[in-house]
């Protein structure tokens, strides 16, 4: 039987390279059709310090093999994620992995604080694809930012710290590299891409906020490319994200470097998506012959230097 | 919740129930059994580029026979695709899902009011009215005379007609139609374009007609239909979202900030 | 009759706003189903100062609702475009718009120089997607390098010069100001994205070259964003690309505050996309009373200061 | 280049002539009637997520009753979807594009040899043959049995097969059946697999055939068809590319960098 088992780092080991991501699987209490002991993982939805009630409508808009979304962080804050919804992950097989957004340093550090040592939280993905207030640009887009919210982060917690990626920048490598020499456990690639749509018949943007992240098989070359250009340059272990719907698709982020994908769209049209890309992976590794994932791989993975 | 299920049910017919609309029927018992007036299902669709199910109403469900009817009208990709099913063919389905409309028993008057295609929801509206012993006056709106839903299919209701163009019943808007009923003590179960909802509160108002008493059914882009993409939100009276998908589709109109309410699609 | 005509700036008006993108239309002689009389212009593929072979196959893949390409700017040399195409084109209606590609600031600058005056050559496109040899990095992706090449080229040239942005950048905003202070008369937004697709049986990449560019309607919501921030920024025209397919596609780009677009990957499935748009935008104006295209902007586009 | 047409032409029979294959007849006089033996037509497809046309040899050609036939498998969407074309439907197509076989007069012997889908292309292949008096031996090769081209569509030509089950003719590759042909004095028409076509010209240089006395049906991605997107490319003997969708796809093997051949698709 071939092990599909992944270690994101810190001994964080998951039954399955299979995750949901965030913002498509809420808490994980709304996908009643979906066997969450498939899952080698559940990335809640946003998660930040007050409640947020998220952006006007409209939110969403479909696009061509895509979709764009401006939902605006709505949350529960994280108090009730701990006094409410902690307490039942705690009892689930799967681990649940919080991802954290804010709007300063602090924010971040004072959500994973009310966490820390919760039971039922097994990680923290931070979403550095939000604006810094203070600095007016996003964590993500700098990597100075960036490295210093993961070193906060990282000062934070104990537990294994996952930091995703946005894509929207001229040199995605050089933001990975300033978040693995911050302390990052491993990264995610990637958050969505902004886009706009506009409704002709209105005359306005589509989506209230304007802009909003393309999502979905669109932006799957995209996304592709982007972990394809991070696995050849970091030693932690690389998530991939980014319009997975099929057993192949998972398998070429597989074989461009990532340990584990993250399905996120495809969890709309077809909640079962998780369970059957797990079967097809499991299915190909043993048609091939292949006692684990990362012999999928098509360029050897960088070893930490041990000096 | 009522179960959902995710499952292919086959077309067992597909129907022109009136003009500018098709009729799917399909056949499958467990689906049919569950669902309820009012709640919804997503149905995947194959078309170009599509990627999101398209939610639609249930009709009617007969269970004793295992078959669920959905009555739409072609207005892109996705309906265009679904219209070209044909008797035979499979169609993708995860319902019955959302909030349908809230029947209590008795025998105070019930008034549907359907505008357009809104009237695709009402079939099976009527039935669970009638089961629940209610009195029901139907006031149906639509374009033109062969846009009408026909009688046949609201047995037992009262029905009173209202046309844009005048081929039949009243002149003008369904809306129009509410100055003839009594509404001193009724429930109006409301289902068209947003505008015409927003109308239906202001005239309501001058009835004084109170809008506990008003249940609307509510159309908002779906992601996923069950909770979890948070893209389908309405308004909260009082501050806040209602997920249409979850709260609603079916919403008393008292819980809904009418002033922040934006419609995507019609008008 | 509504008017499509357009200004792109230095007196070069066209009598449509629908042109067709470089690299998709040839040198405007392999259509033959295309009645060149119905397009506002065509740009030309890349051409270079010596001629390309370009790249080895595998050059092109479909991806949902787009396609990759790793072409390798195969095309037959400036010489052989002045001597053989130019004079040819000398006798169309439609103006032939050369887009230039090199790998330094000398290479692009020959090119315009040998084209300079020659008659049947309507303007030029700078395509600064390119990689600069010397410096290691593309063009595009740097805003003193773009401007440094815009103004070598614009002091090369009499002729209206269109810059083509690239996308892939944190802050397209940026390049496109530094293009706009070197002297560009227009900018054309954008090219493509880089993406890349693994061939899971052979366990490679699809391309030889492993990545290419990402095209068609996947990337109109991108490419639509990209758009709408540069008409916020700058003084001089935009012309929009990026998936237009329909004329609700190129509505979009129009409102969003371009006055015209280019059509790229759509020329391969629809020969006539371009006629189709150019009526469907006429039809358009009529139904809507409009008397031109400006009227269709949803911003008021910002004036030359005449200091 | 023979004219082009950008066109919509009606299904009017969808049939399996063998094992794993659909035939669809369009009637199109004008396409019937332009289309040469070698050539293709850029299909288009209404499958979700497709954009590009898909390239089809035209498997023959009646410009009598204006009809023309496409000979294919499933392999993908968009083939699928062709494949879920009934009568009545339009398909949409561009074409004849490209260059088809040079097929000159006379007595001298022509080897057709198909692998695979291969002979999809050769019904009209051997109609030219014929037409032009040229003796024809056909060497067939498939899987098995019951993926043969019904003999009848290849009438007038002297027929050897090859299975790689041995449930028909030889047991083994249609390179193997060569042998068995005097190729002295002989044209060759090849169309299969791409690695097929590398071994016939290994098999061809001991044979001492030569390479300029073998036409190959090459198979690359095509982006347009026309010319404009560069992206078919074959390498050329000699250095550069030649153009697949112009210069071909029936290209003589003498012009091919057979090193620099590489097979996006098969195998
Ligand atoms: C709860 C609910 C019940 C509905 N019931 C019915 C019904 O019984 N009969 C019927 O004819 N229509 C019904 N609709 C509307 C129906 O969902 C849309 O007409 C359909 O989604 C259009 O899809 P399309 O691809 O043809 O149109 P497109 O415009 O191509 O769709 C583009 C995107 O917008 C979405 N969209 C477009 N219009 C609507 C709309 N009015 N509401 C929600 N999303 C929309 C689509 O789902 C898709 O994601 C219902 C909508 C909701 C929310
Ligand atoms: C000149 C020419 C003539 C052809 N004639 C025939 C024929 O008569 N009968 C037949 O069965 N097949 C023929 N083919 C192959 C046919 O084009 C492919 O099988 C078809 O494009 C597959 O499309 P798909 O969407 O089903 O597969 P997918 O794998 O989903 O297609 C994905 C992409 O790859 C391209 N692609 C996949 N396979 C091929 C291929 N073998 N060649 C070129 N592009 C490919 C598709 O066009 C599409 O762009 C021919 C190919 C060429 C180039
Ligand atoms: C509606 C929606 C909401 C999302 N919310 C979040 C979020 O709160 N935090 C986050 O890091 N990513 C969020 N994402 C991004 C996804 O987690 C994922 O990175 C992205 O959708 C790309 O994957 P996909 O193409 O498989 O959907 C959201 C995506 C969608 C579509
Ligand atoms: C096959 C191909 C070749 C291209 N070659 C060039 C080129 O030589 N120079 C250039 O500036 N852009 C080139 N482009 C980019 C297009 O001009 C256009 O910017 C891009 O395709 C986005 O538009 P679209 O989505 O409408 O295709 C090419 C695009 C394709 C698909
Ligand atoms: S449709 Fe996704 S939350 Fe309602
Ligand atoms: S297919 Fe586009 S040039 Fe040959």
């Known amino acids: ?307 | 919740m009522s179960p959902a299920v995710l499952t292919e049910a086959a077309v067992v017919e597909r129907s022109i129930p009136m003009a500018g609309a098709v009729e799917l029927v399909l056949h499958h018992p467990t689906a049919a059994a569950a669902a309820r007036a009012g709640q919804f299902f997503q149905l995947a669709v194959g078309a170009p580029g599509a990627i999101l199910r398209r939610p639609y109403s249930v009709a009617w469900a007969r269970p004793e026979i295992g078959q669920i009817g959905f009555i739409f009208n072609i207005v892109g990709t996705g309906s265009a695709w679904l219209a070209s099913r044909q008797r035979g063919h499979a169609v993708d389905l995860l319902g019955p899902l959302g909030q349908g409309f809230v029947i209590e028993p008795g025998n105070r008057p019930a008034v549907c009011i359907a505008g357009g295609l809104g009237v695709a929801a009402f079939p099976a509206v009527v039935t669970a009215l009638m089961a629940a012993g209610r009195p029901v006056v139907f006031l149906h709106g639509a374009r033109t005379a062969s846009q009408l839903l026909p009688v046949s299919r609201l047995q037992g209701a009262e029905l009173r007609v209202a046309t844009d163009d005048g081929t039949a019943g009243l002149h003008g808007s369904v809306l129009d139609l509410l100055a003839s009923v009594a509404v001193s003590d009724v429930d109006v179960f409301a289902c068209g374009p947003t505008p015409m909802l927003r109308r239906l509160i202001e005239v309501a108002q001058r009835l004084e007609l109170p809008r506990s008493r008003v249940q609307v059914a509510l159309e908002t882009p779906m992601g996923c239909g069950v909770g979890t993409c948070l893209g389908c939100v309405t308004p909260r009276r009082g501050g806040g979202y209602l997920l249409t998908c979850q709260d609603g589709p079916c919403i008393r109109a008292d819980r809904i900030d009418w002033d922040g309410m934006v419609d995507a699609f019609h008008g």
Chains 1, 3 share one sequence.
């Not at chain 1, 919760?118 to 993500?140: H, K, M, W, Y």
């Not at chain 1, 077809?270 to 097809?280: F, K, L």
Request: charged content about 20%; hydrophobic content about 45%.
């Open chain 1, 1 to 307: 039987m071939a092990d599909l088992g992944v270690d994101l780092g810190r001994g964080f080991r998951l039954r399955s390279p299979v995750l949901v991501a965030s913002g498509t699987f809420g808490y994980g209490f709304d996908a009643p059709l979906v066997d969450r002991g498939a899952l080698g993982a559940i990335v809640t939805k946003g998660t930040t310090l007050r409640p947020r009630d998220g952006n006007r409508p409209t939110r969403i808009a479909e696009t061509a093999s895509g979709m764009l979304n401006a939902i605006g962080l709505q949350n529960p804050g994280v108090e009730h994620v701990a006094t409410a919804f902690a307490p039942l992950w705690k009892n689930w097989a799967v681990p649940v992995i919080v991802n954290v957004a804010g709007e300063s340093i602090e924010d971040y550090v004072a959500v994973i604080d009310r966490l820390e040592g919760t039971p039922g939280v097994a990680a923290f993905e931070l979403n550095i694809s939000c604006p810094n207030v203070a600095r007016g640009l996003q964590f993500g887009v700098d990597a100075r930012l960036a490295g210093e919210l993961t070193a906060a982060a990282r000062s934070a917690t104990r537990l294994p710290l996952m930091v995703k990626l946005t894509p929207n920048v001229t040199d995605i490598v050089a933001i990975a590299r300033a978040v693995e020499d911050a302390g990052a456990d491993c990264v995610s690639a990637i958050n969505t891409y902004v886009g706009m749509a506009i409704d002709v018949r209105r005359r306005r943007a589509v989506l209230d906020r304007e802009s909003g992240g393309l999502s979905g098989p669109a932006i799957k070359p995209l996304a592709l490319q982007a972990v394809w250009q991070v696995t050849g340059a970091l030693r932690i272990p690389v998530i991939g994200i980014g319009g997975i719907t099929t057993v192949a698709d998972a398998l070429e982020f597989l074989m461009a470097g990532a340990v584990a994908v993250q399905l996120g769209t495809v969890n709309y049209s077809r909640p079962q998506a998780a369970r059957e890309i797990d079967d097809g992976l499991r299915a190909h590794l043993e048609a091939q012959g292949l006692r684990d994932l990362g012999s999928l791989r098509l360029r050897q993975p960088i070893v930490a230097s041990h000096a």
